[in-house]
C-alpha cells in the first residue's frame, strides 16, 4: 500500500485526537504580567479505576528511512500526549479506534515544530517517529499494566515510509 504523508491540522485530525497548536489559542497573561499561559490544549483522558496520570521524559533518537512499518499499538485506558521539547518534526501514523485497525483508514501526518498530538485512547498507532534527535514531553495513564495491545502486520500489510 502508498500512503501520502498529509500536513497535519486540527480538522484532518480530530478522528484520531487533539492536534496540539498552542499559538492557534489566546494566551492569557497571568503572574503579574510576566507569564503568558495557554490553557487547556488537549483533553487528557484517563479510563478505568485509577485516574492518576503521568508526566514522561522520552530522549527519541532519530528515525533512519525509509522505515518499516509492521505493527500498531494503543492504549486502551489513556490518552496519549507527544509534545516535542524544542524545535523538532515527527510522524504520526494513526488508524481509528477499533478492535483491530483497519489500515484502509491508515493515515500519516508530519507535525510541524512547536506542536504536538494527544492520540485518543484505543486509536492504533505506530511508536514515536521523531526525524532528529529530540527529547518529547509525553503524558498518559501512570500505571500502564493492561494500558497497551499492540497489532503486529502481516508480511503483506507490512510497508517503508520515507520521512
Known sequence: ??????????????????????YEKSGEDINSNTTKSYFDLANIEILNEDKRVRLNLFDAKKRLFP??????????????????????????IACPASSKPNLKNLNIFRVDQGNGINLKPRVWHFPLISIKDAKF????????KNNLEIYNFTKLETFTING
Open 67 to 92: 522505515l518499516k512499518i509492521d505493527m500498531l499499538e494503543n492504549h486502551p485506558f489513556s490518552s496519549q500526549i507527544f509534545f516535542p521539547l524544542g524545535a523538532c518534526d515527527f510522524l504520526v
Open 1 to 22: 500500500m502508498n500512503y501520502e504523508i498529509k500536513k497535519i491540522t486540527k480538522d484532518n485530525f480530530s478522528e484520531f485526537g487533539d492536534f496540539i497548536n498552542p
Open 137 to 144: 514531553i509525553t503524558i498518559d495513564k501512570k500505571i500502564a
